[in-house]
């Protein structure tokens, strides 16, 4: 997974992923059957503010990515 794409994805920069501490590893595959195509991440306890009032999200809150935009079968 790149980091370019994570942050495209999820409307940041990659400077932006950086002051989060968040990157591509962080993510995880949800447990429920239906959001199986999808990867989750918790938004982290040091996000800065402007990050978070950017995209509307609170602490902890847990965040969809879709797993189509990476790489996962590692080819």
């Known amino acids: 997974m790149k980091r370019?794409?994570?942050a495209t994805q999820l409307g940041l920069t990659e400077e932006e992923l950086d002051e989060m501490?968040?990157?591509p590893e962080d993510l995880d595959e949800g447990k429920v059957e239906?959001?199986?195509?999808?990867?989750?991440?918790?938004?982290?306890?040091?996000?800065?503010?402007?990050?978070l009032g950017k995209?509307?999200?609170?602490?902890?809150?847990r965040v969809a990515v879709p797993v189509s935009l990476f790489?996962?079968?590692g080819s």
């Open 55 to 61: 995209k509307g999200w609170s602490i902890g809150e």
């Open 71 to 73: 790489d996962v079968s």
């Open 34 to 51: 239906e959001e199986s195509n999808t990867f989750f991440f918790n938004v982290p306890e040091n996000t800065p503010q402007h990050i």
């Open 4 to 6: 370019s794409i994570l």
């Open 21 to 23: 501490d968040l990157t």
